[in-house]
């Protein structure tokens, strides 16, 4: 029941996986990471055919980083979510969710009720464990029903906070993984010149491995061995995804309002 559901902005859709985990079966729909044809701009989905949509579209235009972008005189990527929008009130769901970062607009589509909840990654519990992932990631997942229905997280959460911390996994490869075209001569020590930019220099923050990044987003480090993405697309990919434990509380939250609906 309410099963079926369109992933749009899939990317690597780490969301849709989460949901696929979950006993969903996700239709993805287009990405340019697929070329210039698929732009959600030419998408109209049939109407009536899909229980649930997801969506995490582009957060760059309301990133904290967007005056560092503007700064160089350079335009951030626009805003989608009025697509998203469109895409919602012509494929008429039962539901949707959007996930966004927190200073983003709220989707607002007629004949339906938005409810918002904000979830930091770190917060989640993990196989019955009490203690959430480390990668501190806080987005707002907006759930849209035709009756206003809450997401109720709490049994999802972590009754201790997880001691340890890492910051949010991001897209851009010079942030993250400069180091990554080198790990071998890391591990073997031939490069010495390696060895000292591998340490951060005071007030800095190491950077990460793209085997490390797929790790916080609950991602086996291999899973894009033999891909034929760039370093880069690859960091670009993980950073722009729900990480996998959130993607599944959020997916349990929803089926969990559904079934009280109709109980």
């Not at 995490?56 to 160089?72: N, T, W």
């Not at 987005?139 to 229905?149: A, V």
């Not at 890391?186 to 990044?213: F, K, M, N, V, Y």
């Not at 509380?249 to 309002?257: D, L, N, S």
Request: with cysteine.
């Amino acid at each position: 029941m309410h099963n079926l559901v369109l992933s749009c902005f899939p990317g690597m859709d780490l969301l849709g996986l989460a949901f696929q985990a979950e006993g969903f079966c996700v239709v993805r729909g287009p990405d340019p990471i697929f070329g210039s044809l698929h732009d959600i701009r030419t998408f109209h989905p049939p109407a009536g055919r899909f229980d649930g949509l997801i969506s995490g579209p582009p957060c760059q235009a309301f990133s904290r980083l967007a005056h560092i972008v503007r700064a160089k005189g350079q335009t951030p990527k626009p805003n989608l979510i009025p697509e998203f929008e469109r895409v919602v009130a012509e494929a008429r769901p039962t539901w949707f969710i959007m996930e966004n970062v927190a200073a983003a607009p709220e989707p607002a589509v007629p004949g339906y009720i938005t409810r918002s909840v904000l979830l930091n990654n770190r917060a989640v519990a993990v196989d019955g464990s009490l203690y959430g992932p480390e990668q501190n990631r806080e987005r707002r997942f907006s759930f849209g029903t035709p009756d206003g229905l809450v997401l109720d997280l709490s049994p999802e959460l972590a009754l201790l906070e997880n001691p340890a911390h890492e910051r949010a996994v991001v897209a851009t490869s010079s942030k993250e993984g400069a180091l990554a075209k080198s790990q071998q001569e890391l591990r073997d020590g031939s490069s010495r010149r390696l060895l000292r930019s591998a340490s951060a220099l005071p007030g800095q923050t190491p950077r990460r491995a793209i085997e490390r990044c797929l790790e916080l987003q609950g991602l086996p480090p291999d899973c894009l061995d033999g891909t034929p993405f760039t370093v880069a697309g690859k960091y670009l990919m993980v950073g722009n995804g729900v990480p996998i434990p959130t993607g599944r509380a959020i997916a349990r939250a929803v089926r969990r309002a559904l079934q009280e609906q109709t109980a």
